[in-house]
């Protein structure tokens, strides 16, 4: 069992659950793909359930079991997942490891891991209250496990067994209870008295005052107390109180977790030279033999320099002026190539980071939905961060290869100057390769707890960005500055951590290796060469161990920029000829069933629009409008039921191919181009969409120099510019709130250019406005995620029903507009009372 548990760090707040069971899955030896089980969260899995928890770890072989404990009790049923209470007060997992003396090692998916006090880390439980019954509550707490830890709890203060066994002998629940609460009380003392006669004092008086059990003893000391609302002649409750927690036991080596959904198999550290030969093998490879031939010719030097000096090993020729000439020659060719070595590193390191950078965006338009949508947008922009520090990595690995031969060859050089001494020189370059690779696990974890922390950073910076002016507006700068305080405070102890074992790994390490090379000195000190070599080994040896230790970091930047690139593609197939040729389509769904974070938002909706169809969707916010439009668009899966369009069945894989034929106008899509006509594509389609603004009009990162209407405007003309082609003329039209942030007349007026330009299409209207929905041929109304209504929209005007009552609200709403308030107009920047 490890001594800590694997640091999982979240990426997000709804992500401490998943990571918390990644952790203790990993930390048991079956680790899973934390990327599945996130997407997972995103459609049939609840993350922030207990429940679904408990049935993952269990899937994987590990039993768990939930349980209810006194907050005096959790050590005993270690590891496992407990909730705590956020500082807003909100429940996170964490797990609870081990416990050492009167510390438990913490893995926080917020924070990573940490030793924390035991009586500091109770006061974070986030403890629940449940009613019982008083004879379940006897019954369990009269068991041998409850009675076994109670015993050994009283020993612990010097009360003999037989006094638990005693109040266990009593019928009801209040003498074991009122035992076990004086227990606690006295335990939590930090005195060093006679604590059994404490109990046995607090005991006696608890007992002879049963019209008031907490005048000596907190209720927070009781695993039990009375239930408050228990009225005469009903049958005896207690309030059951305590801290939940998921137990888990060992790994269960019959069970299979390979076979499990989440499973993952053993993941490998990211290979360093894999990535430098990720554009070929010839320019690495000639690069190595350059820096082989280097190191080679460094040692030449101090031969050649031997023979200049005494001239016994003949390596050179005999006339002095001859040596000197080829020493100086053999000099100007390593500097030469040293010299083509670092122009061929920074080549080399150009193409490295040039292929990452395409590769990670040609990934980015096959990456799955649910993949993005599983990680904020911060943590990418972090990955992406990461990206101009590729060019670094081949002169790294050269770096290594060249301290590694370095070490090796003054090895090989040593042990033929004095075999006697083979045994020692062997030991002292194998210390100065082994001892980092020892350490290198430690570190890797440390760093990829870093880096995650820093995503975390990165997120909340742009979150704040993104809602800057909400946050002046509601004044949450305070609040802003707090959680930006405490990552940084979380990533400051992180670093300390990293760099305190670091710093003691390599002095351990480099302690050793000056001890044996003083011990090899000493042995030989009237051999010249034999001494410069011997004390230039160290030096390798130390920088070989430098570059060693920083390989845990160099992997932990590759692996983040490298996950996105292994998740599988988008699901995707041609389409077929049937759609491509269609001139709009059909969609037909029966009992389709749609799950999101573990809760169902689409219940069995069946519904069939023609070919050509108008509809509008109506209904309140939350009812299942959007829901219905990322299903057509594919972001959803069905968990249940079918779907099918021009009477073919399609699936995810076919409805990405789809896509192409479809217009999708949502007011959140994001505007690009630094002008109206780059936006557009073809500006003489901005003035049909009602904009009347010059074709060279900035946008603004994102549309931020348009006003909202602007900015739909600019989106509707863009899509009236989609198509051109039999296989991209659009078959589909698909609008959500596409006119949000428009008045009334533009919007009519809108409207009526839609469904002109789009004639003959399919066109699916989401909208809250039901008197916009009566200019349609079709209305659906949705609620709760049902269908509820489905038919003309004057017919259904008439009927009793929803859409009526939304058409009565809205004219209700617009008689007192009229009222009650008084109308002003805005323009040309000026405000004015509306004539």
């Known amino acids: 069992m490890r001594l800590t548990a694997v640091d999982v760090l979240q990426t997000s707040a709804m992500d401490c659950g998943p990571a918390a069971v990644a952790s203790l899955l990993a930390s048991s030896g079956r680790p899973i793909d934390l990327s599945r089980l996130r997407e997972a969260c995103q459609t049939d899995l609840d993350g922030t359930s207990i429940d679904i928890m408990e049935q993952v770890l269990t899937d994987h072989g590990l039993p768990a079991k939930q349980r209810m404990v006194p907050a005096d009790r959790l050590a005993d049923h270690l590891p496992a997942l407990v909730v705590v209470r956020l500082p807003d007060g909100a429940p996170h997992f964490v797990v609870v490891w081990r416990r050492i003396g009167p ?36 019954a369990w707490a009269k068991g041998d496990e409850n009675l076994s830890a109670l015993r050994a709890k009283a020993q612990s203060l010097g009360l003999p067994p037989h006094e638990v066994d005693r109040a266990a002998e009593q019928s009801g629940w209040f003498a074991l209870a009122s035992l076990e609460a004086c227990i606690a009380l006295a335990a939590s003392l930090p005195t060093a008295g006679d604590k059994a006669r404490i109990v046995r004092a607090l005991l006696q008086e608890t ?118 000439w080829v020493t100086l020659t053999v000099l100007v060719a390593l500097f030469a190539m040293r010299l083509m070595l670092g122009v061929g590193l920074m080549r080399l390191g150009r193409q490295v980071e040039r292929h990452y950078r395409m590769a990670t965006m040609s990934k980015l338009l096959r990456l799955p939905d649910r993949w993005l949508a599983s990680r904020p947008l911060g943590d990418m922009a972090e990955r992406a961060r990461s990206l101009p520090l590729m060019r670094t990595l081949p002169g790294q690995v050269m770096h290594l290869a060249q301290s590694l031969t370095e070490v090796l060859a003054l090895t090989l050089c040593l042990i033929l100057l004095a075999p006697a001494n083979a045994l020692a020189i062997l030991a002292l370059a194998a210390l100065a390769i082994a001892w980092p690779a020892l350490t290198a696990p430690l570190l890797r974890e440390r760093e990829m707890t870093l ?124 389409l077929r000829k049937s759609f491509a040729q269609a001139a709009s389509f059909g969609i037909a769904l029966q009992g389709a069933r749609v799950s999101a974070g573990g809760h169902v938002i689409l219940h069995d909706l069946s519904l069939n629009i023609a070919a050509g169809e108008d509809v509008a969707i109506v209904g309140a916010s939350g009812s299942g409008k959007s829901s219905l439009i990322g299903l057509l668009l594919g972001w959803h899966d069905l968990a249940s039921g079918s779907m099918q369009v021009n009477g073919e069945p399609i699936g995810l894989a076919e409805l990405a191919a789809l896509r192409r034929r479809m217009v999708w106008l949502d007011p959140v899509s994001r505007l690009w181009g630094a002008t109206l006509s780059d936006a557009a594509q073809r500006p003489d389609l901005l003035a049909k969409a009602g904009l009347d603004l010059s074709p060279e009009t900035p946008t603004g990162a994102g549309g931020a120099l348009l006003s909202a209407g602007e900015g739909q405007r ?67 109304v949705m609620r709760d995620g049902r269908l509820v209504q489905d038919g003309p929209p004057p017919a259904l005007a008439k009927a009793a029903g929803p859409f009526a009552s939304l058409l009565a609200a809205e004219r209700k709403l617009a008689l007192r507009l009229e009222q009650d308030w008084q109308p002003l107009a805005i323009g040309d920047f000026r405000v004015e009372p509306a004539s």
């Open 103 to 138: 510390f438990v090692q913490v893995m926080d998916p917020a924070r990573g891991g940490s030793w924390q006090r035991l009586s500091l880390f109770r006061a974070r439980l986030l403890c629940h209250t449940h009613r019982v019954a008083a004879a379940d509550w006897c």
């Open 451 to 574: 880096r995650s922390l820093g995503a975390a950073q990165a997120t909340l910076l742009m979150d704040a960005l993104r809602g800057q002016a909400a946050v002046i507006a509601h004044h949450a700068q305070a609040a802003l500055v707090a959680r930006q305080d405490g990552l940084l405070d979380d990533w400051n102890r992180s670093a300390r951590d990293r760099m305190r074992l670091a710093a003691t790994a390599g002095a351990i390490g480099q302690a050793l290796i000056l001890a044996l090379t003083a011990g090899l000195a000493l042995s030989r000190t009237t051999d010249l060469l034999f001494l410069w070599w011997l004390l230039k080994l160290p030096s390798a040896a130390l920088d070989l161990s430098a570059l060693l230790r920083g390989i845990p970091a160099q992997q932990a930047m590759l692996a983040r920029l490298e996950e996105p690139l292994r998740a599988p593609d988008r699901p995707f197939t041609p």
């Open 207 to 324: 007992r002879q005052s049963e019209d008031d059990i907490f005048r000596l003893v907190p209720a927070s000391f009781w695993p039990v107390v009375p239930d408050p609302t228990l009225r005469r002649g009903e049958e005896p409750r207690l309030m059951l109180q305590g801290a939940v927690l998921l137990s888990v036991g060992r790994a269960d080596p019959g069970t299979v977790a390979e076979s499990h959904r989440f499973a993952s198999p053993a993941a490998k550290p990211a290979s360093l030279v894999a990535a430098c030969r990720a554009t070929g093998k010839g320019l690495p490879l000639l690069l190595l033999a350059g820096t082989v031939l280097a190191v080679l010719g460094s040692l030449f030097e101090a031969l050649a320099f031997r023979h200049l000096i005494e001239p016994s090993m003949p390596i050179l020729p005999d006339r002095p002026e001859t040596a000197l």
């Open 714 to 780: 600019l989106r509707l003309a863009r899509a009236f510019g989609q198509g051109g082609t039999n296989q991209t003329d659009p078959g589909l039209v698909l609008c959500d709130e596409a006119l949000r942030g428009l008045d009334a007349e533009r919007r009519r007026g809108l409207l009526a250019t839609i469904k002109g330009h789009w004639s003959g299409k399919t066109l699916i209207w989401v909208t809250h406005d039901a008197t916009e929905a009566m200019g349609f041929s079709r209305v659906l």
